[in-house]
Nanobody, 123 residues
């Protein structure tokens, strides 16, 4: 079992930045993929960014050049740095963990999910 706890969400004006964190309850060393997904009201959950433990990354086209995913294995934590935020980035952001390398990842391949953190971007 892996428990994931997200933090760092909040309210920000368009053009601003936020950094989300996701702390895992155990070591994230080994072969795995961790990702960030988001879900806006009335929409399906979608991939934002994912990173394997081999450092391969995938980004949604809508966030390329603005968001950066990273991981700190010593802290069992992944991050999502979000810059130049837009109102359309407003959503609940979820952290997820999958056993194995998933490149690109499919949502059904994730084994564990966090509870989510709300990000609201005002225009």
């Amino acid at each position: 079992q892996v428990q994931l706890v997200e933090s760092g969400g909040g309210f920000v004006q368009a053009g601003g930045s936020l950094r989300l964190s996701c702390a895992a309850s155990r070591s994230i060393l080994g072969i795995n993929t961790m990702g960030w997904y988001r879900q806006a009201p009335g929409k399906q959950r979608e991939l934002v960014a994912a990173m394997t433990s081999g450092s391969s990354t995938n980004y949604a086209d809508s966030v390329k050049g603005r968001f950066t995913i990273s991981r700190d294995n010593a802290k069992n934590t992944i991050y999502l740095q979000m810059n130049s935020l837009k109102p359309e980035d407003t959503a609940v952001y979820y952290c997820a963990y999958a056993k194995g390398w998933r490149n690109p990842p499919r949502i059904q391949e994730y084994d564990y999910w966090g509870q989510g953190t709300q990000v609201t971007v005002s225009s």
